[in-house]
T-cell receptor, first 115, second 109 residues
Framework: SAVISQKPSRDICQRGTSLTIQCQVD?????MFWYRQQPGQSLTLIAT?????????ESGFVIDKFPISRPNLTFSTLTVSNMSPEDSSIYLC????????????FGPGTRLLVL | QKEVEQDPGPLSVPEGAIVSLNCTYS??????FMWYRQYSRKGPELLMY????GNKEDGRFTAQVDKSSKYISLFIRDSQPSDSATYLC?????????FGTGTSLTVIP
């Protein structure tokens, strides 16, 4: 299994500002994902971070609001732009193991509170 | 129809009880089935995974997949207070992943 770290682990931000969340994996992985989990809710996929090309966004999520970078196979960032209180959530990075076994491993998450 | 359905609970059981958590799904293409455990304020942790139909046991945990009924289960024997968490089922096939909404479990000492 992959070991995934995220920075920051938590933050409190003011409305209208932006926050960049970093995700680092201890091994090269093909697929990386960003999820949002609002209080008491399950996981909502924001986008798939593609190495060397633009991220693939799910319905309801746009690049201007959630720009994503993936400069290499072990690192990705998610920026939450022009934040509002509705963006308060846990943001999770995950990586997929493919081939003979398909599963996902998650980072510890970033807890974001927007005031 | 959702791809994956999971009863959100909450489920509350006494310590030592057998817990049964379940999910149903609609896509017959799913081949991999997973259960995640998520403690409060933490990321989901992969608990068990199975490929295709059948049972898999790991200590007090047993994962069961019935592809003919499109139904998966997680059984926890001799439940402990430390098992109190939210349990999410997940499925994949063809590089597509789908998660249930999670079942909140509390094991009362």
């Amino acid at each position: 299994s992959a070991v995934i770290s995220q920075k920051p682990s938590r933050d409190i931000c003011q409305r209208g500002t932006s926050l960049t969340i970093q995700c680092q994996v201890d091994s090269q992985v093909t697929m990386m994902f960003w999820y949002r989990q609002q209080p008491g809710q399950s996981l909502t996929l924001i986008a798939t971070a593609n190495q060397g090309s633009e991220a693939t966004y799910e319905s309801g999520f746009v690049i201007d609001k959630f720009p994503i970078s993936r400069p290499n196979l072990t690192f990705s960032t998610l920026t939450v732009s022009n934040m509002s209180p509705e963006d308060s959530s846990i943001y999770l990075c995950s990586v997929a193991s493919l081939g003979p076994l398909e599963t996902q491993y998650f980072g510890p998450g970033t807890r974001l509170l927007v005031l | 129809q959702k791809e994956v359905e999971q009863d959100p609970g909450p489920l509350s059981v006494p310590e030592g009880a057998i817990v049964s958590l379940n999910c149903t799904y609609s896509n017959s293409a799913f081949q991999y089935f997973m259960w995640y455990r998520q403690y409060s304020r933490k990321g989901p942790e992969l608990l068990m995974y199975t490929y295709s139909s059948g049972n898999k046991e790991d200590g007090r945990f047993t994962a069961q997949v019935d592809k003919s009924s499109k139904y998966i289960s997680l059984f926890i024997r001799d439940s402990q207070p430390s098992d109190s968490a939210t349990y999410l089922c997940a499925m994949s096939g063809g590089n597509q992943f789908y998660f249930g909404t999670g079942t909140s479990l509390t094991v009362i000492p």
